[in-house]
């Protein structure tokens, strides 16, 4: 009779016990949360903010790991549509800064979805944590405490890394299914900074055209430069691809008194400066002289490279993109800003996602719909590597 008493009096002590875990856990998760939203609404009111669907969701899988999305107390496989874990929610919390969901469930469960650098886990009920399939494999992951925005640099390099499918950068992987240098390239930075650029060594070193051809099919000249600079990650000038790329170069030749540039289509219309920039970057980068000159003439792209040749930039040029104000394409913005020393470009205001991009020409949005379907009427693919990238690369150098 002791006996069965001290069982069930330990079985009681234990279940106390786990559930004040529990409650440390979500009230700890509350704090990060809140202090997560007081660094968004300073970040916000020093740029700005756009409204953005009210759609809580969370996505798992960052780098070459299985992706999986979670919403309304479901646990999707992203690119299949299966749904792997489901539960009937009374209360949950997604907390972005962490890479967590936690969930109260109405059967009196606690289920804890968190994403750390060596895997994705899932911890439901009392039971010990598992990995999801398909997702261990390491990662680097800063915690930025160093930055003033360091939470929100957590984010945004979620939101980069999320976009990684088998070693391809995308812009996002629910609307687009081919890798593009200009956002590639982006990305890249971002991953170089952060130690994770070993992750597209695949699809870099499996290149084999100087373009990507995804704007309807156009070989867009700042390809080149973006291609030489990707290359220059993992190899060297004697890449096949650098030949085939400098070859190229010949198409786009302009010389005159203005000096020896390129100059063609990128974003259907002409942006040499940016182009030129561009190429002289990626040649510096494998260690080839640069030997072009950067056009001083009026360049609507030409604000966008910001983080070299800033020396070259036209003075008093009314440049479309200092002027930008259209928040469907908010990656130009911001790197608009970013070369002026300018903060007029917004995040978003939910918690999550933090960026986007609306009624882009060449992407797909029906798969947004697995999120919701309001993200297909709008248009929206949300996140967007290309606006994280530099959003991330701008609060980077912000202490």
């Not at 059967?107 to 997702?135: C, H, I, K, Y």
Request: glycine share 8%.
């Amino acid at each position: 009779m002791k006996k069965g008493i001290f069982l069930c009096l330990t079985i009681l002590l234990l279940g106390i016990a786990c559930t004040s875990r529990q409650q440390i856990l979500w009230n700890d998760s509350f704090a990060e949360l809140s202090t997560y939203r007081a660094e968004l609404d300073s970040l916000r009111s020093e740029f700005r903010a756009c409204e953005m669907p009210d759609v809580p969701f969370f996505l798992f899988g960052m780098g070459n790991r299985v992706k999986y999305l979670y919403r309304k107390g479901e646990l999707v496989e992203s690119l299949t549509g299966r749904v792997v874990k489901q539960w009937a929610v009374e209360e949950e919390m997604i907390i972005p800064s962490l890479y967590r969901v936690l969930l109260k469930t109405s059967d009196g469960g606690f289920v804890v979805l968190e994403e750390d650098g060596e895997a994705f886990w899932l911890s439901d009920g009392n039971s010990p944590r598992v990995q999801m399939a398909g997702t261990s494999a390491p990662l680097n992951l800063p915690g930025f405490s160093e930055h003033c925005y360091g939470r929100v640099l957590r984010v945004l390099h979620h939101e980069i890394l999320i976009n990684i499918v088998d070693g391809m950068p995308l812009p996002n992987y629910f609307v687009y299914r081919n890798g593009w240098r200009r956002d590639g390239a982006m990305m890249a930075m971002c991953l170089e900074q952060t130690g994770n650029v070993e992750l597209i060594r695949s699809w870099v070193l499996g290149l084999t055209d100087p373009y990507d051809r995804n704007n309807a099919g156009e070989t867009e000249a700042d390809n080149l430069g973006q291609t030489l600079y990707l290359l220059s990650l993992f190899a060297d000038k004697e890449h096949p691809l650098v030949a085939k790329t400098m070859e190229e170069v010949s198409k786009y030749l302009c010389q005159g008194e203005l000096g020896v540039y390129i100059r063609g289509r990128s974003d259907f219309h002409e942006v040499p400066a940016y182009q030129t920039k561009f190429l002289n970057w990626g040649l510096k980068k494998l260690g080839l002289p640069g030997v072009f000159d950067i056009p001083q003439l009026q360049d609507d792209y030409s604000s966008l490279f910001w983080w070299d040749y800033k020396d070259t930039y036209m003075p008093g040029t009314i440049d479309a993109c200092d002027l930008w104000q259209n928040d469907n394409y908010p990656y130009i913005g911001w790197a608009s800003d970013h070369f002026h020393g300018l903060k007029r470009h917004p995040v978003s205001n939910r918690d999550y996602p933090l960026t986007w991009e609306i009624e882009a020409s060449q992407a797909d949005y029906t798969g947004m719909a697995l999120i919701d379907e309001i993200y297909v009427k709008q248009q929206n693919s949300s996140p967007h590597t290309w606006h994280a990238a530099e959003a991330f690369l701008y609060l980077l150098e912000m202490k």
